[in-house]
């Protein structure tokens, strides 16, 4: 498995922008996609964001669509997630998840290592 490690949330006001970075650690990172996740209090983890190991492709949900970025550096094995237009019901905990396949995509199943989350706060 590979070790991630998120950074980079906090507070934020609606329409500010915040970035959070995931470093990892461990096995190959470049071949694969990476994903970014997120859960707020009471609701169940939903997907993000999700870029290919290869060409770098990417897929987002409606909810982030033109408002979120999602990048990697491969030479740094790190993948970054820039959110902005901010809105409070962007707050939640949030994940990056390595995919087991070269082109990821929302489903839970085919990511097998997690981060431990960073708190993303949207005040109105």
């Known amino acids: 498995q590979v070790q991630l490690v998120e950074s980079g949330g906090g507070l934020a006001q609606a329409g500010g922008s915040l970035r959070l970075s995931c470093a990892a650690s461990?096995?190959?990172?470049?071949?694969?996609?990476m994903g970014w996740f997120r859960q707020a209090p009471g609701k169940e983890r939903e997907f993000v964001a999700a870029?290919?190991?290869?060409?770098?492709?990417?897929y987002y949900a409606d909810s982030v669509k033109g408002r979120f970025t999602i990048s990697r550096a491969n030479a740094k094995n790190t993948v970054y997630l820039q959110m902005n237009t901010l809105k409070p019901e962007d707050t939640a905990v949030y994940y990056c998840?390595?995919?087991?396949?070269?082109?990821?995509?929302?489903?839970?199943?085919?990511?097998?290592?997690w981060g431990q989350g960073t708190q993303v706060t949207v005040s109105s």
């Open positions: 998840a390595r995919s087991q396949r070269l082109i990821g995509g929302p489903d839970f199943d085919e990511y097998d290592s």
């Open positions: 461990g096995r190959a990172f470049s071949p694969y996609a």
């Open positions: 870029i290919s190991g290869g060409l770098g492709s990417t």
